[in-house]
């Protein structure tokens, strides 16, 4: 089992930044590739962005492409997303997982789940 915590969310104004952190434990991370999740009020939970298990590719959405860096420490068992220029169109619950997969980006192909972490970005 994996116990992913998320932290680093907050309010923060249009054009700030942020960066969110994912503590993992219970096991290694270290062979599952790690992915960000976001779920705005009303809407689906969509993809964000994912690293491979030792952190060399990663794939994110287009509408943070070039905003938005994921990053990982495999000793730290921690994943990161920093968060720039950052949009009211942001605002979400953020979700990290875990994936015993190689680098996907549906949710049902991500077998563990934090609980989230809120981003509120004003105008």
């Known amino acids: 089992q994996v116990q992913l915590v998320e932290s680093g969310g907050g309010l923060v104004q249009a054009g700030g930044s942020l960066r969110l952190s994912c503590a993992a434990s219970?096991?290694?991370?270290?062979?599952?590739?790690m992915g960000w999740f976001r779920q705005a009020p009303g809407k689906e939970r969509e993809f964000v962005s994912a690293?491979?298990?030792?952190?060399?590719?990663?794939y994110t959405a287009d509408s943070v492409k070039g905003r938005f860096t994921v990053s990982r420490d495999n000793a730290k068992n921690t994943v990161y997303l920093q968060m720039n220029s950052l949009k009211p169109e942001d605002t979400a619950v953020y979700y990290c997982a875990a994936s015993r997969r190689p680098l996907r980006k549906r949710p049902d192909e991500y077998d563990y789940w934090g609980k989230g972490t809120l981003v509120t970005v004003s105008p």
């Open positions: 219970g096991r290694s991370i270290s062979t599952y590739a």
């Open positions: 690293v491979s298990s030792i952190g060399v590719n990663t």
